[in-house]
């Protein structure tokens, strides 16, 4: 199947300690990768190193066969072919949920309102999020329905790919489902995404390719049943035991 | 009693130098703390933290000092202007310091996730903050804004100092015509608290209607 984007050697320094350290990966075309390990691996940098958010200091990046790395690419473009989902939802204050969604629409691909308004629609609506709540502003919703609203805002774009950082992370307890629900029903959509999550029922029931980072490189990949349940890596296995005393029920 | 009644209109002729003053210098204020807080924000830093001492030392500047500055001391170096040219000025250069300080705060405020998410649509940096960043930038400071105008409506009194025939020192005449101080004051303190009164009514519900909607204001 077509390759959507490939990552190849990257590395990023703070100062001079190495953040990424020569991260290399590939992602299909409908698939669906899921990032795990712990905090301060470089997960979130890798992430924000696809989408130009942070620039890397070697190795490249290739979208849709164009090395978005390059000199003189025009960031904004590539940019709004990848849709990006934030911890915090991020989504605009001054502006309510429909219009959140529209905007890129309007402003990036210079489409009308009416027609805007046909796509944000459908777009709120493949996430659960119904009319009642399009005139609501960010800090009137629920962190679930935030964060619902940011996906439409991120798929209203028709991106080739979607990058999710720790998307439940700040969500309470009992509002994480409805977005998992949501990624969950993108990836049987074939919607091309990278999941950086702590959720291993998530990653379980989804990821075609778990990858693990530790220190800023992948130190393990594989399909989710091996790298969750049976790691051969040392740390990984440290990391997943500490998983199953936290999510275990028995 | 009868003395002071014929007095009134005399005084309150004066609300139209008050305003005059106080409007221009606050709106020259804007435009100028506006250049300032937009350099502070967004050029190099040398640059940007000289622009920042400037505004440190407009502020520490007392209003009456700039005042007699401007008028008296002005006409040394040749520059000789009438006195409510001159308020105006000392107006202006006093309170764009602390506007500056009010806008970058606003625009500080906005916060880098904001940002993030408008380059992540394909937003371009002028598109970001053309469309995120200045309209809430603008709605935080709007009640600090208006706030600052009921100061510098009440601080312009100052230009009694000067002799310019604002309200207050058309009082303040009056009181020495008809040996009364209490009369004539009491009335510029109605006069100046029905002007601000309503600008902080105005003031206040911008910041409850605007922190419903999550945005804090500076």
């Known amino acids: 199947m077509k390759v959507v984007l490939e990552v190849s050697n990257l590395w990023k ?238 | 009693m009868n003395g002071f009644l014929t007095y009134v209109p005399v005084i309150l002729m004066g609300v139209w130098n008050t305003l005059i003053l106080s409007t221009a210098g606050f709106l020259l204020a804007t435009l100028l703390g506006l250049l300032m807080a937009f350099i502070e924000v967004f050029s190099p830093k040398p640059i940007s933290i000289t622009v920042d001492w400037v505004t440190r030392v407009l502020r520490g500047v007392p209003l009456l000092l700039a005042l007699l500055l401007v008028f008296y001391g002005l006409p040394r170096v040749g520059i000789a202007l009438p006195n409510i040219a001159s308020a105006i000025i000392g107006i202006t250069i006093v309170d764009s310091g602390y506007q500056a300080q009010l806008f970058r705060g606003a625009i500080e405020g906005v916060g880098e996730r904001q940002l993030e998410a408008a380059y992540s649509i394909g937003l371009s940096k002028w598109a970001a903050f053309r469309y995120i960043i200045a309209p809430q930038a603008f709605r935080a400071a709007l009640p600090g804004w208006l706030n600052e105008f009921t100061i510098v409506l009440k601080d312009s009194s100052i230009a009694y100092a000067i002799g310019v025939t604002e309200l207050f020192t058309q009082a303040v005449h009056v009181a020495q015509v008809v040996l009364d101080y209490l009369q004539p004051l009491i009335l510029v303190s109605i006069v100046y608290f029905s002007i601000c009164y309503p600008l902080s009514i105005i003031s206040e519900r911008a910041r409850r209607k605007l922190l419903a909607m999550g945005v804090a204001a500076v």
């Open chain 1, 13 to 250: 320094f703070f100062g001079k300690s190495p953040v990424l350290r020569g991260v290399s990966f590939s992602v299909r075309e409908g698939e669906a990768k899921v990032i795990l390990g712990p905090s301060g691996a470089g997960k979130s940098t890798l992430l924000r190193c696809i989408n130009l958010l942070i620039k890397p200091d070697r190795g490249s990046i290739i979208l849709d066969g164009e090395e978005v790395t390059a000199p003189g690419v025009n960031v904004a473009r590539v940019r709004s072919k990848i849709g990006f989902v934030f911890q915090h939802f991020n989504l605009f204050n001054h502006l309510t949920a429909l219009e959140n969604v529209m905007l890129g629409l309007i402003k990036v691909k210079g489409m009308n309102r009416d027609d805007a308004f046909k796509v944000a629609r459908e777009s709120l609506l493949s996430v659960g999020i119904s009319e009642d709540l399009w005139s609501k502003y960010p800090a009137q919703l629920s962190g679930g329905q935030q964060q619902r609203v940011a996906i439409a805002r991120a798929i209203a774009m028709s991106p080739r790919l979607v990058l999710f950082d720790e998307p439940t992370s700040a969500l309470d307890p009992e509002l994480i489902w409805e977005v998992l629900r949501v990624m969950e029903k993108m990836s049987k959509e074939r919607m091309t995404m990278i999941v950086v999550t702590h959720e291993l029922g998530f990653a379980m029931k989804v990821a075609d390719e778990v990858v693990f980072m530790d220190s800023g490189a992948i130190v393990e990949r594989g399909p989710p049943e091996e790298v969750i349940l049976r790691p051969r890596n040392e740390r990984v296995r440290r990391f997943m035991e500490r998983m199953q005393y936290v999510y275990s029920l028995k």
